[in-house]
């Protein structure tokens, strides 16, 4: 709905005009729970005559049936849509609406104040020319305002409306209003917010809403509709380096050819010189081309199709660049990254990145450290927990371009994803590339895998066992790798515990450190295949995620997953170790199966019922499997 003006009466086609060449400003409401930033934006929404007829009757009724206020009208309910969040009277999902006044036009995001939903407002963040950070008045700075307030100066959003509500609640205080500017302003030079107003506020009651309060005679700033209606939002992409990430390869018939998408920052012309990330490959553009006809420039914020002088190879997530400022290119770089899902972030874990249009797989290195919000302190961590923020290194499976989140939040600024969920689990910021990355490079070797199992009369491949502690896999395996032995085969047996007295005798039984043991023993196994061997991995390996990173690491037909299939109850009264004992009595922490879960294959290559099969039995048909596949 657009703000009433007379101009709809009279002269639709100026109004709409008028209405076209407003400026557009994105804004932000955070802060802590309870704050008022759903009664704040209800507020403008109804003082701004944004309300029809119908939605008022509504709201009336609502108000009396689960409102907050009485029986009174409670701005609120026009912004928290959710059943839920009516009937907690929070805020649960991220919120937009869309207003205008004569002067602008906006759109606003109301986001959760609670701890447990601080992933959603990183989401409303992301877009946001202004952050609107409430406070209550009686209450005064707290963790969650420092929290937003951080991730605020994190995504990159410079202008503050310091918004302290609930005035009316402390008898418009001058002295509670000076004490919660100062302590905000103390905390905010610390993370580099400098362009801070305040704004002394009853959202309920309207006051320094639209018009100045009577109530606040020792104010004498602006009104909050005065400050959103005149703030000057530099646009930075209009002057940032030429990017276009291709979101599409246009190819309507065999004469056009084109790259389409979203200009991120900078400007371009036909004739200019262009650089593609992160092939490198250059050439000229011909033609800009959009659905009006052809432009003579295209600016940051347009769709447009571009045209080459040359036919060269482009695909969706590559990156069109100037030729003299070129897209940043590597395979690893350090980042900041929100973590926003109940699990933690494991290191070592494979996730998918998604920066831009490219998708690629990435693992996480143990955090450099994480950041305590309340006093800015850097912390040790193994790990990230929901909410919690952390600098990483971050290796992606291949190259892609990118640039500083500081020079472009589109290029750099990327979400994770759970594999095999695709949830997503979390947000990153990119720092810089590591300089290793830019000059290690594969080495061309004249020897190939391919020949060194053809000499050993075999194709290399893995066999993954997995299955509960006492299920027989390491049996079954040294049975198997025996039978081959005999057949004149080259093989190599990965024992878990074996490897634990070496490789990985640093690693303990946590979550995190064992998707550093699986790692690590994938890594291993991938050049042992590549020296043409069998390689045989008998480990627990107890998370879907990591067996699943072990099979990306080799050729499709090379990787088979072996589930021993045990009960529970099976390999506990078998206990060859006594293990299971140990863990029933709270003597081994994280012990899969009893103190720590273990996710079953769902589709294995080899499922060995060991209640009904031998390990001799076992043992053949792998060995089986394996000349049906054309291994042996």
Known sequence: MAHVSDLIATDIDEYLKVHERKSLLRF?????????????????????????????????????????????????????????EREQGITIDVAYRFFSTERRKFIVADTPGHEQYTRNMVTGASTADVAVILIDARKGVLTQTRRHSYLVSLIGIRKVILAINKMDLVDYDHATFDRILGDYTAFAAQIGLSDITAIPLSALKGDNMLEPSPATPWYHGPTLMGYLETVEVADATRGAPFRLPVQWVNRPNLDFRGFSGVITGGEIRPGDAIRVAPS???????????????????????????????????????????????????????????????????????????????????????????????????????????????????????????????????????????????NTVGAGLIHFALRRSENIHWQAL??????????????????????????????????????????????????????????????????????????????????????????????????????????????????????????????????????????????????????????????????????SLSSEAAAEAIVARLKEAGVI
């Open 280 to 422: 490198g490959k250059t050439s000229t553009v011909t033609r800009i081309v959009t659905q009006g006809g052809d432009l003579d420039v295209a600016v940051a914020g347009q769709s447009v199709t571009l045209t080459l002088a040359d036919e060269i190879d482009i695909s969706r997530g590559d990156v069109i660049a100037h030729k003299d400022s070129p897209a940043h290119v590597a395979d690893q770089f350090e980042a900041t990254v929100v973590w926003m899902h109940d699990q933690p972030m494991l290191p070592g874990r494979p996730y998918l990145l998604k920066l831009g249009a490219k998708t690629v797989t990435a693992s996480i290195t143990e955090p450099k450290y994480k950041v305590n919000v309340n006093t800015l302190e850097h912390l040790a961590a193994k790990k990230l927990e929901l909410n919690e923020i952390g600098v990483c290194n971050i290796a992606t499976d291949q190259p892609v371009a990118f640039d500083p989140y500081a020079e472009n939040h589109d290029t750099g600024g990327f979400v994770l994803i759970d594999r095999l969920t695709n």
């Open 28 to 84: 932000i409401t955070c802060g802590s729970v309870d704050d008022g930033k759903s009664t704040l934006i209800g507020r403008l929404l109804y003082d701004s005559k944004m309300i029809f007829e119908d939605q008022m009757a509504a709201l009336e009724a609502d108000s009396k049936k689960v409102g907050t206020q009485g029986g009174e009208i409670d701005f609120a309910l026009l912004v928290d849509g959710l059943a839920a």
């Open 446 to 611: 004249d020897v190939a895998k391919k020949e060194r199992a053809q000499l050993k009369n075999q194709k290399s491949c893995i066999l993954w066992f997995t299955g509960l502690s006492g299920a027989g896999k390491s049996t079954i395996a040294n049975l198997v790798e025996k039978r081959l032995y005999t057949l004149g085969h080259h093989t190599y047996l990965l024992d878990g515990d074996n490897v634990r007295h070496g490789l990985n005798k640093d690693l303990g039984f946590t979550d995190a450190d064992r998707v550093e043991n699986i790692r690590r023993v994938a890594e291993v196994s991938k050049l042992m295949v590549d020296a043409g061997m069998i390689v045989l991995v008998s480990f627990i390996s107890p998370f879907r995620a990591e067996r699943r990173m072990a099979r990306d690491m080799v050729e499709v037909g090379e990787f088979f997953e072996v589930f021993v299939d045990t009960p529970l109850a099976v390999a506990e009264e078998r206990d060859v170790k006594g293990l299971y004992k140990k863990a029933r009595r709270g003597e081994i922490k994280n012990f899969t199966g009893i103190s720590s879960p273990y996710e079953a294959p769902e589709h294995p290559e080899i499922h060995l019922d060991t209640t």
